[in-house]
């Protein structure tokens, strides 16, 4: 069952000393005092920011115990009790509003739900065994993996770049599709209208069986294959050859028992791959193939981008799920905005969601689990999908 995560030890508050007013009343005195009538014009969402800032108008309320206290022992009380979501609410809703993290309010909003848009990161196939090269899995051997993610780096050494992408074929190639896959492939079969925005190249969705027409890989596949001259036009589709070319066998062993994977230790000499062992293009014969994935600087397919705008377009979105993403990629980031002007509730599924700096993007009546797609989302999409079987699929 899923839990809000209990409040960290620098949330706690001290006990009061005896000669003061005890700050644990402050939770009955803030629904006492603090009502709409006090504040007829206050902002729809009040952030603990907010409030560090409005200090003069906490202190009309309840001047009396906080003369006594510093603000931020105040604000780590009101936080530690909870009172932080119902500070964030519509001025127009009750002030119990539901906890971000209510699953049973999550299963209401599901089920009512018709239009569900998704947008998955690499997130999602972490528990498939997968970096996500972010934060401290951002480096393959001692490259930036978003330098070697560009077309700048594909023209000064194609071979290192093949033997970063051969690496992560054949890594996808092993790798399974998770619970988290397997859901949200179930959705998408009992909800028609479901579209989905996948920024992971993995074709794992595609190997959980989630529906190809509801399926939209922003980023591409890496096992498309396209000829790195703009100027031509060949590409191809679902290319699973391992190693892709024998230039690049170096890129699909694997690591010996209780060994590292020589390929990952950048202090390991590994040899260089030239140009000329590389496959060229069969269609112009002078570009050399590359992998089929958008590169950092390159744009996104305009006929996809079209269809999603189409589908943007038809009517309201009722729920976006993010799951897995930091959301800082775009236009891929823009899409939340999008859903939210749509009439979209927003459910962020994430291992930092419910984190401070996370808490503080979600909107007043949207949901943040704090835990691991693959872990959470059988969970959040029973109503729609039923019990998890032993199996692996999903049965009402």
Same mark, same amino acid.
């Given at each position: ?10 949330? @706690?508050?001290?006990?009061?000393? @005896?000669?003061?007013?005890?700050? $644990? ?12 009538? #006090? ?8 952030? %603990?920011?907010?409030?560090? +800032? =409005?200090?003069?108008?906490?202190? $009309? ?5 906080? *003369? ?9 009380? %009101?936080?530690? #009790? ?7 609410? /519509? ?9 971000? +993290? ?17 947008? &998955? ?6 528990? +498939? ?22 077309? *700048? ?22 790798? *399974? ?44 596949? $890496? ?8 100027? &031509?036009?060949?590409? =191809?589709i679902g290319n699973y050859d391992d190693p892709f070319c024998e230039s690049l066998i170096e890129a699909?062993?694997?690591a010996p028992p209780g060994q590292k994977l020589p390929l990952l230790d950048p202090y390991h000499r590994?040899?260089?791959?030239? !140009? ?7 269609? &112009? /014969?002078?570009?050399? =193939? ?15 981008m079209a269809s999603i705008e189409s589908w943007l377009d038809e009517g309201k979105v009722d729920l ?5 993403? @930091?959301? *800082? ?30 808490? !503080?993007?979600?909107?007043? /009546? ?10 959470? %989302? ?19």
């Amino acid at each position: 069952m899923l839990k809000a995560p209990a409040p960290r030890p620098q949330d @706690s508050v001290a006990a009061p000393s @005896s000669h003061h007013p005890p700050i $644990l009343s402050l939770y009955d005195q803030f629904f006492s005092h603090f009502a709409p009538p #006090l504040l007829p014009s206050r902002p729809r969402r009040l952030t %603990l920011d907010h409030i560090c +800032s =409005q200090r003069q108008t906490l202190t $009309l309320a309840f001047g009396h115990l906080l *003369q006594h206290a510093l603000p931020t022992s105040v604000l780590c009380h %009101l936080r530690t #009790l909870g009172v932080r979501a119902r500070l964030m609410q /519509n001025p127009n809703t009750s002030p119990m509003m539901t906890p971000h +993290s209510d699953v049973a309010a999550f299963h209401r909003v599901l089920q009512s739900s018709r239009r569900v848009l998704i947008l &998955c990161g690499a997130g999602l196939s972490v528990a +498939s065994g997968l970096p996500t090269f972010r934060g401290a899995d951002g480096y393959w051997r001692h490259h930036d993996a978003t330098r070697l993610a560009t077309m *700048q780096a594909f023209r000064t050494d194609p071979g290192l770049v093949w033997l970063f992408y051969g690496y992560r074929r054949h890594t996808c190639l092993k790798a *399974q599709p998770n619970a988290g896959h397997r859901a949200l492939a179930a959705l998408a079969k009992a909800k028609p209208n479901v579209l989905c925005l996948s920024q992971n190249v993995d074709d794992l969705s595609q190997r959980a069986g989630f529906p190809p027409q509801n399926l939209h890989t922003l980023h591409g596949s $890496l096992f498309n294959i396209k000829c790195s001259n703009e100027a &031509c036009s060949w590409t =191809q589709i679902g290319n699973y050859d391992d190693p892709f070319c024998e230039s690049l066998i170096e890129a699909s062993r694997d690591a010996p028992p209780g060994q590292k994977l020589p390929l990952l230790d950048p202090y390991h000499r590994i040899r260089h791959v030239p !140009e000329e062992e590389l496959p060229k293009c069969p269609q &112009c /014969n002078t570009g050399l =193939q590359r992998p089929g994935v958008v590169w950092f600087g390159e744009m996104l397919d305009p006929n996809m981008m079209a269809s999603i705008e189409s589908w943007l377009d038809e009517g309201k979105v009722d729920l976006m799920l993010v799951i897995g993403t @930091s959301t *800082q990629v775009y236009p891929a980031a823009g899409y939340i905005d999008e859903a939210r002007d749509r009439g979209a509730v927003v459910a962020v599924i994430n291992p930092d969601a419910e984190n401070d700096d996370q808490l !503080e993007k979600i909107g007043p /009546n949207d949901f943040a689990f704090g835990q691991d797609s693959a872990t959470c %989302l059988p969970v959040l999409l029973e109503p729609i999908i039923g019990k998890a079987q032993a199996n692996g699929e999903f049965a009402r």
